[in-house]
């Protein structure tokens, strides 16, 4: 199986105001945002667990669970259960201890 960087497995919250040119990014959850009404996140677990946590009706995070399977240490393919949500590709750009950069791509990419 192919491996992924080891930092990449927490919970990741959505630093929108970084995001440009179709590159998201991403903040470990315990990093200083500036305000904002609520953010997003997905984490990735190293038992093939992925979570897309959502803003809920109370701007608490919900949480879709599905799971990823690495293509390569740089692609992973993503599911949901019961189809909730459509696959996607996620391609890793950068990961590090203090962010993650992805650009995500349909699944049959």
């Known amino acids: 199986m192919t491996e992924l960087p080891d930092e990449i ?3 990741w919250i959505h630093s929108f105001e970084e995001d440009q040119n179709g590159v998201t990014v991403y ?3 315990e990093y ?3 305000p904002a009404r609520g953010r997003d996140g997905i984490e ?3 038992d093939g667990v992925f979570i897309d946590w959502g803003i809920g009706r109370t701007d608490a995070l919900d949480g879709i669970n599905g799971h990823w399977e690495a ?3 740089r692609r992973v393919r993503i599911s949901f259960e019961g189809n909730v949500q459509p696959p996607g590709i ?3 750009l950068h990961c590090d201890e203090k ?3 992805v650009r995500e791509l349909p699944a049959s990419s």
């Open 99 to 101: 962010i993650l950069k």
């Open 71 to 73: 293509e390569t240490s």
């Open 9 to 11: 497995f927490r919970k």
């Open 44 to 46: 990735f677990r190293q």
């Open 90 to 92: 996620i391609e890793i």
């Open 32 to 34: 200083e945002f500036p």
């Open 27 to 29: 903040r470990p959850e």
